[in-house]
């Protein structure tokens, strides 16, 4: 849970006035509030420093206007949906993670809230009266992080529970598990938690909760009989950067202490987790689509997970080198399937050359 305290609110004129911002406010009662005529206004502003905001981010509450669903990206795995969507009703994210693509697709690393759920809900209300749904709601940003905050998650539950047709995805690090704890589980909804070992998470994850603490949750959620996805997605070469100079003066080759710090951490996820009872295990390794690359590298110019030798494939992302990248998630879908059912593992590969 991320209770980050804003120093400045900025709020688009037309729902200055609007209940929902009224409720959003009272977390943030000392932040000043500033009215705005669009959202793009504050977060669109020229030669803003995407670091030095990311540090102390502004919160910027808006209208969403359309499209209010958008198609699921080729770099992500559909599961085999047919009608694949996706809508942000937020823009960045409270959690700071090293690899993340947001770094290189927005000019600003102040947060959005989109306040009007509403809109957003008939829109999907008009796509299911043609047909079935998959919609992930937590693109593009970890949407439980702010559950305390906005209530949406919650409000997604409610809007879910009266349409069968409808299957929601909601993707995070957090462990902040209420809006599942007060209800009984959906068949509809898929909780997915992307985990990562311990050593990614101190040094690629800021200000998301521990493996610990993941870990905790998911086993609180599925005992309460809802559906779980673990999302070991990116798959980061990480000894490669030798970061850590102890793991390299003291292991062995580059593969051997990647293998030792991936195997140790699926041991310890499934020595609390049991397998069997997982919806699906997703593993896909670490990609970037080539501007956003670009930009993150220069708005980071000393990170060396962002300036790995990438190759690029026909599809224009960046990931690692074919041969790497199937031995990674090789490796690791083969010991996975020490725990789970092997139907249940999906590898997502992106290195098409
Ligand atoms: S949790 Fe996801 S959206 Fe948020 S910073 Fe990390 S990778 Fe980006």
């Not at 879910?160 to 209800?183: G, M, N, Q, V």
């Not at 059912?341 to 992106?350: M, Q, Y």
């Amino acid at each position: 849970m991320i209770t980050r305290r804003f120093s400045h609110i900025y709020i688009e004129e037309a729902i200055l006035d609007s209940e929902v911002i009224r409720r959003i406010c009272t977390s943030f009662p000392n932040a000043q509030q500033v009215p705005i005529g669009h959202y793009k206004d504050v977060f669109c502003r020229k030669r803003q420093d995407f670091r030095l905001q990311k540090r102390t981010p502004k919160l910027i509450l808006a209208m969403k206007r359309p499209p209010f669903l958008y198609s699921g990206s080729a770099n992500c795995d559909s599961f085999g949906n047919h009608s694949f969507y996706y809508t942000s009703s937020m823009m960045n994210c409270p959690y700071d993670c090293a690899y993340c693509y947001l770094k290189g697709m927005y000019p600003s690393a102040n947060l959005v809230i989109f306040v009007n759920q509403e809109e957003i809900f008939e829109e999907v209300d008009k796509r299911l009266a043609a047909h079935p749904l998959y919609l992930c709601i937590s693109y593009d940003t970890d949407l439980l992080s702010f559950e305390p905050v906005t209530g949406f998650v919650d409000s997604w539950m409610k809007f879910a529970s009266r349409r069968p047709d409808l299957f929601l995805e909601i993707r995070t690090k957090c462990a902040f598990i209420r809006p599942f704890l007060s209800r009984p589980a959906l068949r509809n909804v898929i909780v997915a938690w992307t985990l990562s070992p311990e050593y990614v998470i101190k040094n690629y994850e800021m200000g998301t909760p521990n493996l610990a603490a993941r870990i905790r949750s998911i086993k609180a959620v599925m005992k309460a009989g809802w559906q779980v996805r673990i999302c070991i997605d990116p798959v980061l070469f990480i000894d490669n950067y030798r970061e850590d100079t102890s793991w390299a003066r003291h292991q062995g080759t580059d593969l051997k202490v990647w293998e030792r710090i991936y195997q140790g951490f699926l041991d310890k996820v499934f020595m609390s987790l049991d397998g069997d009872r997982l919806t699906s295990v997703s593993i896909g390794a670490f990609r970037m689509a080539k501007d956003y690359l670009k930009r993150t590298r220069r708005r980071y110019p000393c990170s060396r997970i962002l300036h790995y030798p990438f190759k690029l494939n026909r599809n224009g992302v960046y990931c690692y080198p074919p041969s790497l990248e199937n031995r990674i998630l090789g490796e690791l879908a083969k010991y996975a399937a020490r725990f789970v059912p092997l139907e249940k593992i999906r590898i997502f590969t992106s290195s098409i050359p």
